[in-house]
């Protein structure tokens, strides 16, 4: 496909979980760059994630879609989408979306362009990063020049907000235990032991203040690692994105495991320490790019990375993730004068 002409009206279609919805960002600034600043930017995502936009205002309009395998004719979501850009056209369409469910809706979308998954053939391997997957999708529709500088990037609330709303301190650092697995029955491989976590809080200076993160319904798997010392901002299931976005943004540095709050972080350009075992932190961990600090730590066992695989199954005590200590994290924030 060869770069596109007289756009001003584009459609993305990312539906995955927040992390996923990181990726797809950095499409926004190239498309702006190639196209124009007074594009018209939609997107089509879940209704949780769709709140990462909320202070963008690169971003006209938000489609949401609760239910994603629905078909068509029982989905008013997918119905008023495709009504939407029938009584409108788009010039271009972006799918990142791999799932066969995705096939109808893309199809059924009215725009005079097409390209990403469905549409056109993008080229990756499997050691590619997610953010350079994303890329290889609307590679077809802006330049090489512009497509190699695409970075992801977020528009945050305005901390000053947030900090006089929260009572938050002008330092901290910020924790972020949890992760998206946390409620299922099985062991949570991609998780620091709550006792590593515990330890680690013990080991900071105790005039530091720390925000400990997590989303709503989260709550149970912060029961193991307090009580906190007096250092501790508890704000787990007390904030929106849009807040946990802001306090992220202002951090010293955030402490993570590999989910959706380390992406955050990386398309901030906050310092971010990830604690990976199981995943490819070259595939999934957070973005690194010339802007933003990231440190990954990992244990770097022979069987690490298996996530997904026969042998993460046969594990049964996740020695990659108990085997990175307190004191490793400890030294990697002394290391990046965080401390």
Request: aromatic share 8%; glycine share 4%.
């Amino acid at each position: 496909m060869p770069i596109l002409k007289d756009v001003k009206r584009i459609l993305i279609l990312r539906c995955g979980a927040l992390g996923d919805l990181v990726y797809a960002t950095s499409a926004i600034d190239a498309l702006r760059t190639q196209y124009g600043e007074n594009i018209t930017l939609d997107f089509i995502c879940t209704p949780g994630t769709a709140k990462l936009f909320e202070y963008d205002p690169r971003v006209h309009h938000v489609f949401h879609l609760k239910h994603k395998k629905l078909p068509i004719w029982l989905s008013p979501q997918k119905r008023a989408i495709i009504r939407s850009s029938k009584e409108e056209p788009y010039d271009l369409f972006i799918n990142f979306e791999m799932g066969k469910q995705f096939l109808s809706l893309s199809n059924a979308i009215h725009a005079h362009h097409k390209t990403g998954w469905f549409f056109s053939n993008p080229k990756f391997s499997e050691s590619s990063h997610m953010v350079d997957i994303c890329k290889a999708f609307y590679a077809p529709v802006v330049d090489p020049d512009i497509l190699k500088n695409a970075m992801p990037k977020i528009i945050e609330k305005p901390f000053v907000e947030v900090q006089k709303k929260l009572e938050l301190p002008e330092k901290f650092l910020v924790l972020s235990p949890s992760n998206s697995h946390n409620k299922k029955s099985r062991l949570n491989y991609r998780a620091w032991p709550q006792y590593h976590w515990k330890k680690l809080i013990s080991l900071l200076p105790s005039d530091l203040p720390v925000i400990m993160i997590g989303g709503k319904g989260e709550e149970p798997f912060f029961n193991a690692i307090q009580p906190y010392p007096d250092q501790v901002i508890d704000m787990v299931g007390k904030t929106s994105i849009a807040e946990m976005i802001a306090i992220i943004s202002h951090t010293k540095g955030l402490i993570v495991t590999d989910t959706g709050t380390a992406h955050i972080a990386s398309a901030l350009n906050t310092p971010v320490f990830c604690l990976i075992g199981p995943t490819p932190a070259n595939v999934t961990g957070p973005y690194s790019s010339p802007d933003n600090e990231v440190h990954i730590l990992s244990a770097n066992l022979h069987c690490s990375p298996c996530y997904k695989t026969a042998v993460m199954k046969q594990c049964t005590d996740n020695i990659c993730m108990q085997q990175i200590t307190p004191r490793m994290v400890l030294s990697s924030l002394k290391s990046a004068n965080i401390l």
